[in-house]
């Protein structure tokens, strides 16, 4: 049962070797055991994003201020999560950053681990939220969360979304699948979080299992955006598939790049812009509640495009 | 000497190298040693002596000429680890793969960190009086972990990449392709080397010894005695030539048949010290029969010169001392000493050397393998020679067995049959009071039940890390035991009911260790249980315990003869209320108490634990936030005698005041701080 990456390995190993007759033996080894003639999809991924406090701040890698993502991919899978740190927290003195940053860092090596179910991103969000109640440093804080899986044997994404964050499917133009925000009230999501000890009982505090979990083929050339709330809070959703829709099929990664970093750059112009009807405002006008301009919020991007 | 026609000069080095390393790889114990010829149980001596030096040409066998250098693949069994097992923080199969924090130095979940540290533990109430101590060796492992690599290699180079407190590695073996443990390389000098100062992540490459047969499974060992804190594993690297697999019979038969050549009889070791030896590589046969047609008259005449000359030699010692008394007492030897004398004497032994001595003669047979020296057995130090047949043997010889450790044996491989030591039980096992068996590997269903049936008179049963979850094994003979006053069940998955009903049936039991018990557990049912039947209970460990609400502590306090409990990383979110106030007026002979993560804990609960524990001398706090300042000095103060204090990760201290503190109050006090962003 060779893997790919074990095989390329006996490969390399037998050119050192220099006999011809190995050389042919690995060969055919590689060829009767790979996944049969079909390539399989994997992710073309870039990153971009503010902090809200982004002039004064410095860049720390994987966040950007409360917000955290991260990337990985195996043999098996791709997959790409964001988190958004609550900031209510601020004011008692808990820095929210660190505990989606410990979230998003958990998952991640996870993903690398044995017993990784690509089919069921949940369980990567549900131990991650119990590995904190194993750290020795006391975690405290609560989060969003998105996570994204591309399983490339069957080409399909299962997602798991708890909260605000979301993701977006746009395929020829049009957004073919979307993520479904989770609020409990306006502007206070679903959230993952551990309270101080002594506050359970007055604290939001909604289970892993509590994520919507949506599974979809895609398609080579589809385009997929995972970000934070301060981007679907700015920019409108017609102003995304647009410029989503210009990366359709793209391979380039700096092409990818320079649009992740297009979407994040609007995001933040438009979260300071006084007078512009965000979707945020429009929300809230929704709620009774009289707002106008953009939500200065962290701004997190996960741009990907489905290759073969 | 001889001039044989079938002596060289490359045979002579052959021969001083053998010597030289068989003596070498004998790891030393604190018993003597005899130096006496070899019985079947030192065979695995001889073996080295041959893989090492000369006699095996693997490079024949090696086609490939490079080296390659492979980071642990995975993790085959482990002695202890911090963290729980379905946790990737602070456990065991961190140590696979590349190093994930080093060179950064600190405590990092991403890495393996084990249970304990430092002499603490064996200065607690609970502390393990060895069975027969002067087996044990000069530096006993504490701590073990065996490790899986893909390739297999002549092994040349380990590195070992320690990103906290290093220094706690004593032993690198491997085990071999010849289904043997060799040890690669022992430390020496863990005594006499000054305490390594921690302060930078360490890449530690210990010199190992060379072997010619390859391996592809390392096994080290740890001492964390003269360690400050935890110590912490990120990576280990292996290199070394490699080896192809597809020659691997032809090496192990290539190897067997050496052996067989080489297996030293007395003759053949007559022979080597006469440097007179027929080089038998192939064709033996042939060669035999040339030698018992064509040298054997010559072999004769040497032989019988050597004789004469040795005569000679003697003769003139005795001419030359010209104190006569000395040679009449030199003719009261050991074989005139009563039995009981040579009992005693031999009682000093480990167990090599008594089975050593009993090869000399017929009566130092008799006396080394009289009963009374096998009452107590400890087979820990001889985990890598534990067989069937050693088993079977002490079995004979062990009519009256009181104490039995075995634990380590049969690990990885499996070297004992479960019948075999079930057949020993049910021999030997009636009057057993101690009985280790921890991370054995030879235990099933039916050894247990014969445990619990024989067994009846136990009063210390120590199952560390039997069995793995699910729960494979069924104890539900353990039930059986009535008299027990010690009971381990570290990292072992136990059923609850079987649990409760044991802890019903031993009202005498002191010391208790459930640590890692299963989450299917619950631990308040055990603490109600244990309030209401075992209340001689000295000490009690629930580490990582999940499920203990403050109601279970509440009632634990009925155990007022309580000196040592860890509630480490239990009490999860609750809030304790009075409970700990309850719990600690109670139980006022409390000197090791451990919450560790506890964060519950308020200031007034650390105000109860300075007013109300005179006696403490072990406390851990670690990771509780939100106590201030004043209450720690409080502790400090009114504990008088406590000699450790953990406080890492709490706030609101700083290094100066832990430095102040420690100075004033004579108090080793651990404190450490993580960088805020942790990738």
Partial sequence: MYSLGQSSKLISRRFLCSRFSALLEAATHVISNSAGHKSRPYFISVVCGFPKDFLTS???????????????????????????????????????GEFSSFLMKTCERLVH?????????????????????EQEKPIIGSSTACVLVLDRESGTVYTANIGDSGFLVVRKGRIVHKSEEQQHYFNTPFQLSMPPPGCHHRVLSDSPHSANTLSFPVLVGDVILVATDGVFDNIPETLLVEILKEVEGVTDPVKLQMTANSLAAIARALSFDKDFMSPFAINARRNNIHATGGKPDDITVVLATVAV | MSQSSATNSEDDSKTANNESVAVDSVIDFKGKHFGLESTSQDSDDYLVSGSEGTMIDVERFCHADYRIEQYAHSVLDFSSQYGIDLSISYTAPNITGRPSKYPEYGDFPQTFAMRTYGAWWDRAPSRLKEIQPQNVSEIPAEDFIVLYFEDYIIPDEIAIFETYNPGAVIRVWAYTIAKTWICLWEDKEFYTKPIYSPSRARRFTPPLKRIQLPTKTIRLEFNHQRLHYYTEIDAVLLSGKKFNTRNMQHLLDYYERQRKVLTLGSILCKLQNMKFRPICRDNYQNRLQHFLMHDLDKFISVLSDVQIQSMQRQQQQQLQSSNTDEMKISKIGLKNMPFEIMLKIFSYLDLKSLFRVGAVSRFLYDVSTHPLLYSELNLKPYWHLASTELLSTLAKRATILKKLDMSWCGCTVQTISPTEFKKFIQQRGDSLTHLRLNSTKFLNASCIDTLGIVCDNLKELSLRNCSPSPPLLNFS??????????????????????????????????????????????????????????????????????????????????????????????????????????????????????????????????????????????????????????????????????????LCFCDNIMDYDVALWSRTFKVDIKSCQVPNDFR
């Fill in chain 2, 477 to 646: 003979c353990l039930a059986n035991l009535k008299n027990l006053e010690r009971l381990d069940l570290f990292q072992t998955v136990i059923e609850s009911d079987l649990l409760l009903t044991m802890l019903e049936n031993n009202p005498k039991l002191k010391h208790l260790n459930l640590a890692f018990c299963s989450v299917a557990v619950n631990m308040d049912d055990v603490a109600q249980h244990i309030a209401k039947y075992n209340k001689q209970l000295i000490s009690l460990d629930m580490w990582k315990a999940h499920f203990l609400s403050a109601q279970g502590l509440l009632v634990l306090s009925n155990c007022h003869n309580l000196e040592e409990i860890d509630f480490g990383w239990c009490l999860r979110e609750a809030s304790l209320g009075d409970s700990l106030r309850e719990f600690l007026t109670q139980c006022t002979k409390l000197k090791k108490l451990f919450l560790a993560a506890v964060r519950g804990l308020t200031d007034r609960d650390l105000e109860y634990i300075a007013n109300l524990c005179p006696n403490l001398e072990q406390l851990d706090l670690m990771g509780v936030l939100g106590i201030s300042k004043e209450r720690y000095i409080d502790i400090l103060q009114k504990c008088a005698k406590l000699q450790l204090l953990d």
């Fill in chain 1, 113 to 133: 681990c044995v017993d990784f179910n690509p089919q069921r991103p949940v369980n990567l969000l549900s131990f991650s939220y119990c590995e904190l109640l």
């Fill in chain 1, 58 to 96: 410095n860049y720390k890698p994987g966040k950007y201020g409360e917000d955290s993502w991260f990337t990985t991919s195996t043999p098996t899978a791709d997959v790409l999560g964001v988190a958004d740190g609550v900031g209510g927290w601020r004011i008692y003195g808990v820095d929210s």
